[in-house]
């Protein structure tokens, strides 16, 4: 391996955050010493020392620095609250995609969170810190025929046919370039690394209220659009339009290991995703 191609002190850290989350190390337990961890990632101590102080700043950690390893932290009182969707959902796909069988699913207004999060695990993948054994992603959106009711124009649709078909418009150029991007990711997984990808897409005929992503069947994490006017150029005029950003929605996660109302809502969730996704076959095509 060479100097290039070990990881970072982020790789490593995002590691170790991926088995904290997922139950691989509990809370309480001792981190192996810094040699152990050096030679498991092909690392100098001096990086694992970075990525540990950075672990324990962050909060995961406990105890560093007082010479035995430091111990995973015990998480806050009350279960961790929300946070917003963009800051939230990168590292929860920095964990599924630790695990040999990588599946997600999403139901959401557009791809664009899912896309910007996927950085963060895609990252993962090029510097050899995990390597999936296979992924497959299924995504619902809304069809690029429907007239969504964000973005839409501020006085509604109808009022202005001109400005309806512009905003429309636009809205399916961005959906189109975002499926675009995913489409190349997987490609990417394939061709580079050899690893099994598959992203499939379906459509749905209604403008959906909330965004849901179902992780590995064992976590779901929702976030409800929130409405706001806002003024976006179209066609390089103002206009204002009812929009809903998605990075900006909180994120509420269940997990299946945090108790028995958590994995029924997680359950739930995985069938309900199902059935709407065999409601709406086939698959969309590429553009």
């Not at 989350?21 to 990632?41: I, N, V």
Request: glycine share 6%.
């Amino acid at each position: 391996m060479t100097a290039s191609q070990r990881p970072s002190a982020d790789d490593i850290a995002a590691t170790l955050r991926s088995r904290i989350r997922d139950g691989h190390l509990e809370a309480g337990t001792k981190l192996p010493a810094q040699a152990e961890l050096a030679e498991e990632f092909g690392v100098e101590r001096a990086t694992v020392r970075q990525a540990l102080r950075a672990l324990h700043e962050a909060g995961w950690l406990a105890n560093a620095g007082r010479g035995s390893p430091p111990t995973v932290a015990e998480p806050p009182a009350g279960g961790q609250e929300p946070q917003p969707t963009l800051v939230a959902l990168a590292p929860r796909l920095e964990a599924a995609f630790a695990e040999p069988r990588v599946r997600i699913d999403a139901a959401c207004l557009t791809a664009e969170t899912l896309l910007l999060a996927m950085h963060a695990p895609m990252a993962l993948v090029e510097s050899g810190a995990v390597r999936p054994e296979s992924v497959e992603v299924r995504i619902l959106l809304p069809h690029r025929d429907v007239r969504l009711l964000y973005p839409s124009p501020a006085d509604g649709w109808g009022a202005d046919a001109a400005v309806d078909e512009a905003v429309h418009r636009r809205s399916v150029a961005q959906y189109d370039a975002q499926l675009t991007v995913l489409r190349q990711y997987f490609r990417t997984l394939r061709a580079d690394h050899g690893i099994p990808a598959v992203v499939r897409f379906r459509t749905v005929p209604n403008t959906p209220p909330q965004k849901v992503y179902l992780l590995n069947g064992t976590e779901a994490l929702l976030a409800f659009y929130i409405p706001a006017r806002r003024t976006v150029d179209v066609q390089s005029e103002p206009r204002e339009l009812w929009d809903a950003w998605g990075t900006r929605s909180l994120l509420f996660r269940h997990h299946a290991a945090h108790g028995e109302r958590d994995a029924l809502f997680v359950a739930e969730a995985q069938k309900w995703f199902d059935a709407v996704w065999e409601m709406q076959g086939p698959d969309l095509r590429e553009p």
